[in-house]
């Protein structure tokens, strides 16, 4: 079927210079166009962020952007999901979801938007439901009425259950910690649209052992490719540009300490510049470090997309010059051609939703300000920060092991190549931890039963 003219012109016109690929174009018809739930998701590198800028850049409805945690919502440029809907940090009851005062905000969304929905838990999601039913005067309609769309990969960071009180809550009204056991969401209905198309890996066999990691159908094959890239004593050379990615902060803050000692000469610390709201966003939620410690020569990773689109998340460097207010870095990727640029101190905001004088139209103000350079050492990182991430060259160790699903498929998908990747020691059947309730739901659609299922 064609598309929608007005739509792909849109979308064209948006793209800038991006490529508007058929997938996006059939996803993005299919969330302006019909009223329907939406779940958005894909392997990492098929360009959900992407599909997500060009859907705020195009829609002609009142959406608000949310995100579970406050990295998240930092990085979408939206609203952490409990401030949106002002709930308490601890999993929501039904004495805290109640009329509010700004219920404005609520009647005028036609569209709420959760971006890493794979860390929403399903009794969070019927806490929304919940909630916008009674603020939007429509408790018989699901969500209020609220179209919902989703995006995620369920194969990487799953949501946390922290308590046995809480796994034994989602036990019995849910079946599964994960968003779609949410019972209002069964009932309203969902649409699965995955983005199939990769951008970040070219070599099928790496491609093919990655989709096995992910979906927990490794064969001795897949294993046996991945571990020739094993190199047990493999060291740092002293301008080597590959990142080491670890399960802990602990390792991270240890080796980039460690590698940044080995560099002659004074260092330079540069400290972030934090206003209102941002001050109270915990330092790991931070979009780039608070305390900023470097060197000449020191190597480090860009955080954030450049406008000029000089270097983007993930791109690798080495610093050549330091002054005052500015630092000079080489990019060292294997696709680059030595150039160097001036870097500047850039500023994140925090956003909250309001609705403007018209009762109509939502507004987003800025409540809160982080001024920092977009640059973070780039010895080392955690598989958690490297979500997202696009490298040339990483040293996988995977330490005692992965504890999470997820984990060591995000670690091994954020290279370009095998040829890119190094592992410190062969991955092993046990570190391919993937959830069965989130196979079952993809591919069969189904999602595990609860003894009971109830709204609140």
Same mark, same amino acid.
């Given at each position: 079927?064609?598309?929608n003219?007005?739509?792909r ?13 058929d ?15 939406v779940?958005? @998701?894909?392997?990492?590198?098929t360009?959900?962020? *992407?599909? #997500? ?26 609203? *952490? ?19 509010? &005062? ?11 938007v ?11 999601? $019927? ?16 969500f ?27 036990? #019995? ?21 995955e #983005? ?23 064969s /001795?094959?897949?294993?046996a ?6 190199? /047990?004593?493999?060291?740092?050379g002293? $301008? ?18 460690q590698? #940044? ?21 915990? +330092? ?11 060197? %000449? ?10 406008? /000029? ?5 993930? *791109?690798?460097?080495?610093?050549? +010059?330091?002054? &005052? /207010?500015?630092?000079?870095?080489v990019?060292?990727?294997? &696709? ?10 850039? @500023? ?12 109509? +139209?939502?507004?987003?103000e800025?409540?809160?300000?982080? *001024? ?14 490297g979500?997202g ?7 996988? &160790? ?11 498929? %995000? ?21 391919v931890?993937?959830d ?14 609860? %003894?009971q299922?109830?709204?609140?």
């Amino acid at each position: 079927m064609p598309m929608n003219t007005s739509i792909r012109s849109r979308l064209l016109k948006a793209a800038a210079g991006l490529e508007v690929t058929d997938e996006f174009e059939r996803a993005i018809e299919a969330i302006e166009l019909a009223g329907d739930n939406v779940f958005i @998701t894909g392997r990492a590198g098929t360009g959900k962020s *992407t599909l #997500l800028t060009l859907f705020r850049a195009i829609t002609d409805k009142q959406i608000a952007v949310v995100a579970p945690t406050g990295a998240a919502a930092i990085n979408v440029g939206g609203q *952490t999901l409990h401030s949106f809907f002002r709930f308490p940090p601890h999993p929501p009851s039904q004495f805290d979801i109640r009329k509010s &005062d700004n219920a404005e905000l609520y009647r005028s969304l036609d569209a709420l938007v959760i971006d890493e929905v794979s860390m929403v838990r399903a009794d969070l999601m $019927d806490a929304i439901d919940k909630f916008l039913r009674i603020n939007r005067g429509k408790k018989s309609r699901p969500f209020g009425g609220v179209q919902m769309i989703m995006i995620g990969d369920l194969f990487q960071l799953p949501p946390v259950v922290k308590t046995e009180s809480e796994v034994r809550h989602i036990e #019995l009204y849910h079946g599964t910690p994960h968003f779609f056991g949410s019972t209002a969401l069964q009932a309203a209905g969902m649409q699965t649209i995955e #983005l199939k198309r990769i951008y970040r890996q070219q070599d099928l066999a790496f491609v093919e052992a990655l989709n096995a990691i992910r979906s927990g159908r490794v064969s /001795d094959g897949h294993l046996a490719l991945l571990n020739s890239r094993v190199e /047990d004593t493999f060291d740092f050379g002293a $301008d080597d540009p590959a990142v080491l990615l670890t399960p802990t902060n602990r390792v991270a803050s240890r080796v980039n300490g460690q590698r #940044l000692g080995q560099i002659s000469g004074a260092h330079t610390v540069f400290e972030a510049q934090v206003t209102e709201k941002f001050g109270h966003v915990p +330092e790991n939620q931070r979009p780039a470090p608070t305390r900023l410690q470097v060197k %000449v020569g020191a190597h480090v990773m860009f955080i954030r997309n450049d406008r /000029d689109r000089r270097w983007v998340n993930g *791109t690798m460097g080495r610093i050549a +010059e330091i002054e &005052d /207010d500015s630092i000079r870095v080489v990019i060292t990727d294997d &696709d680059s051609d030595g150039a160097s640029h001036w870097v500047n101190m850039e @500023t994140w905001e925090m956003y909250e939703y309001g609705v403007g004088e018209e009762k109509s +139209e939502l507004e987003m103000e800025v409540v809160g300000t982080f *001024t920092q350079f977009p640059l973070r050492l780039g010895y080392a990182i955690t598989i958690h920060k490297g979500q997202g991430k696009t490298l040339d060259h990483a040293i996988v &160790d995977m330490g005692r092991g992965a504890f999470a699903p997820g984990q060591t498929y %995000v670690a091994l998908s954020r290279v370009r190549s095998l040829d890119g990747l190094v592992l410190t020691r062969p991955i092993s059947r046990d570190d391919v931890k993937v959830d069965r309730d989130v196979v079952a739901f993809l591919e069969e659609g189904i999602v595990p039963s609860a %003894v009971q299922r109830r709204l609140f």
